[in-house]
């Protein structure tokens, strides 16, 4: 079998963090009761008019700031007409001929180095409504809750050439656009989703080979599948001396493959135009720069800054900037004045703990920085100990307490009293000779049992280096 | 008339608007659509070099709202406009994509 090369574009569509819809004043949010969330506009019906929301062309033009493009200062939508009962209008308000930005790039860092992966444009468009199917009535209900939420979907060009390089790039994309506001970017919820157009070729071959497109993924793993099975399929297809063909192909991620959705032969011809009920946009260089002014600090700017202004390992800045809620919440807890190392770890380990138990996204983040500062400040002072204070962060990540309160209200502060303590250990050497007498015959471990004894004897509210001192003393 | 609309396209038209046509009206159709690209071709007698495509006719540009929901609950009015409806939902012929 000859080498072959993988060549990979991909179709990024991203809801916008907006309150409203691109073209009406419904509210975006998620999970309300089927079609409350409608208007005229966004069903569809006749008579009814788009008017573009702002914040909108905002979001799009930062985005494409952000990831280098040229922002086309003379835009408008354009309908592309399909039949589909998701989609009211039976068009949906996109652009074709002029996208808001163009000819961007964004750097990803591979095996082999930086690498510039291009953008070829990003347009702004609407979503559609949501499909439910019913089992045994022959009937779908269709919920236009979604219908008219903005998108703006990202074309790359296709410069990526295996999943490591499609991960780093969507890595990217999700940071970048997470640091400006402008989404969430969570695969799973359908907040990003990621299109792979994906074909392969003789090493060496200048021409592509033919491309395939490849939907319905909805997570990092899944896409990696899925380019690895669609690249073995089409490789397979070359070598056995079959043609590969044009087609969009629906990703099965439980059944680790994929089938064709749509085959050429009932191609879609959108029979794009502009939008007679929009009208075109005009961006002055004042907008554009208001824009620029207002970007924030990314992710590269920010682990930069971190190691160099709290000495952090790049292990942590890592972690704590791969989400810009956890590294608000660190810049904010920094500035209640707690120890900015402490902070980190409490981040990157009960946090992150908590957040993978629980399959929750950094971004679900709710506690208090304040709150995260006072229960570092009571462990500092060794008014808690550790196991306490790791309990108190649990009850902190759900619930909304003062730690200082809590702890007073539930009597979790350590026992500092010295006599209290001399008579607790006292009691467990008197108790435990067998270990007493380990411990005098060299076997240094068996403190930490008389320490274990001792916690226990006071409910876990002793200062355990208080008590191996104690214990060290008195043995 | 310059125009001529083939039998073909007249199909194609048809699948792409959803519309079953009947031969009379497939040969209406035809003779409409060709006095429309007649129509449209009077443009071409024009010259129009340097002159940028219009997409509206009125010299407007820059409309556009503050991301302020307006729109209440409003359902109970929007699915009266369903062809069939069930538990809030617009009902529509089974598709799968």
Known sequence: MSAYETVIGLEVHVELATKTKIFCGCSTQFGGEPNTHTCPVCTGMPGSLPVLNKQVLKYAVAVGLATNCDITRYCKFDRKNYFYPDNPQNYQISQLYLPICRNGHVDIETEDGTKSIGIHEIHMEEDAGKLIHDEYDDCSYVDFNRSGVPLIEIVSEPDLRSADEVIAYLEKLKMTIQYLGASDCKLQEGSMRADVNLSVRPVGQKEFGTRTEMKNLNSFKAIRRAIEGERERQIDMIESGQKVVQETRRWDDNAGDSYAMRSKEDAQDYRYFPDPDLVPISLSDEFIADIKAAEPEFREAKKTRYTSEFSLPEYDTDIITGSKRMADVFEETVKFGADPKKVSNYLMGETMRILKEKELDPQDITFSSASLAKLIKLQESKAINGTVAKEVFEVMFFEDIDPEEYVKEKGLMTVNDEGALRAVVEEVIKNNTQSVSDYKNGKEKAIGFLVGQTMKAMKGKADPASVNAMLKELL | ?97
């Open chain 2, 1 to 97: 008339m310059a125009n001529i609309i083939s039998d073909e396209t007249i199909e194609y038209v048809g699948i792409l608007a959803k519309l079953e046509l009947n031969e009379a009206q497939k040969e209406r159709a035809k003779k409409d659509m060709a006095d429309m690209l007649d129509y449209i071709d009077k443009l071409g007698e024009l010259d129009t070099d340097g002159i940028e495509p219009m997409s509206h006719v009125f010299d407007v540009k820059n409309v556009w709202r503050e991301d302020v929901v307006t729109n209440t609950d409003d359902r109970e009015n929007i699915i009266k406009n369903a062809p069939g409806e069930k538990n809030g939902m617009f009902e529509v012929p089974k598709t799968f994509d």
